[in-house]
Nanobody
Framework: QVQLVESGGGSFETGVSLRLSCVAQ????????VGWFRQRPGKGREGVAA????????WYATAPRGRFTISHDDAKKTAYLQIANVNPGDTAMYFC???????????????????WGQGTQVTVSS
């Protein structure tokens, strides 16, 4: 059974750094594109970063670039999203997703991703 499970969310104060994790289970292909998305209150789902687990190529959205770092641990089948210096604007539900159709990452369009986790909530207070 294909499953993506996020963790690492919670309540944080402005200025701290945090790391979200996404464990992938049940994928038949060892190499996929794994993306991180977020949905802020009243907004649509937006891509933040993506990484192709085979070649380590990465994509970042233009807006939050610089504070977000995506990485992947092959042995643990886990993707990470590190967010530095969080602020209330980072408050959102964060999702990871997998695109198993391409041998590369095509960016942050949610429609390109076939499998989704349930999300982990990040709340940042000022």
């Amino acid at each position: 059974q294909v499953q993506l499970v996020e963790s690492g969310g919670g309540s944080f104060e402005t200025g701290v750094s945090l790391r979200l994790s996404c464990v992938a289970q049940g994928f038949s292909k060892p190499r996929n594109c794994v993306g991180w998305f977020r949905q802020r209150p009243g907004k649509g789902r937006e891509g933040v970063a993506a990484i192709y687990t085979g070649g380590q190529s990465v994509w970042y959205a233009t807006a939050p670039r610089g504070r977000f770092t995506i990485s992947h641990d092959d042995a643990k089948k886990t993707a990470y999203l590190q967010i530095a210096n969080v602020n209330p604007g980072d408050t959102a539900m964060y999702f990871c997703a997998a695109d198993i159709t391409r041998p590369y990452c095509n960016g942050g369009n949610p429609r390109d991703y076939q499998y989704w986790g349930q999300g982990t909530q990040v709340t940042v207070s000022s």
